[in-house]
C-alpha cells in the first residue's frame, strides 16, 4: 500500500491510499480518482515528506484498515450512504436511460441510483433532466 498527498484544482488537499503507484496511475488516467472535498475529477500527486524509519526511529503507522470509517467525516458518510442506498432502487447501468422514462412519465416516479458515462450524465443535465454524482463508486474493488 502506498500513501498520497493530493491536491485538486480547487486547492483542496487530501490523502488516499493505493495498491501501488502503478494502481494510482491507472485509476488517475481511467477518471476514477477524484477530489475527497469537492468531487473534481482534476487530482495530482502533492508535495509529501516521506515516511523513513531509521535507527531509534519509532515504526511508521500500519495501513489502516478500510472496512471501518475512521474520522466523523468518514463515519457521516458511510451513513448517508446507507441511507440513499436503503431509499433508492439501484438501476445498475441501465441509470441514464431510467432517468429518462421517468423524466417522461413512462416509469414510475421514484429515487433511483446507478451508474452513467459521463457523457450520458451531461446529456441529462443538458436535456434538463436532474441528476447529481454520488461521492461514493458502487465497484467493488476485490
Known amino acids: 500500500m502506498i500513501r498520497y498527498a493530493l491536491r485538486c484544482t480547487q ?3 487530501f490523502e488516499s491510499w493505493f495498491g501501488s503507484s502503478a494502481d494510482f496511475d491507472r485509476l488517475l488516467s481511467a477518471g476514477l480518482v477524484s477530489c475527497a472535498v469537492c468531487g473534481s475529477p482534476e487530482v495530482q500527486k502533492d508535495l509529501m515528506a516521506p515516511s523513513l524509519a531509521g535507527a531509534g526511529a519509532e515504526a511508521p503507522d500500519p495501513a489502516p484498515t478500510l472496512s471501518a470509517p475512521l474520522s466523523p467525516a468518514e463515519q457521516a458518510m458511510a451513513e448517508l450512504r446507507r441511507r440513499i442506498e436503503a431509499r433508492s432502487e439501484n438501476v445498475g447501468r441501465d441509470f441514464a436511460a431510467e432517468a429518462r422514462r421517468i423524466h417522461d412519465g413512462s416509469s414510475p416516479d421514484r ?9 450520458e450524465a451531461r446529456a441529462l443535465i443538458e436535456d434538463g433532466i436532474p441528476v447529481a454524482p454520488l461521492p461514493w463508486s458502487s465497484r467493488k474493488s476485490n
Open 11 to 13: 486547492d483542496h488537499r
Open 111 to 119: 429515487p433511483i441510483i446507478g451508474e452513467a458515462k459521463p457523457s
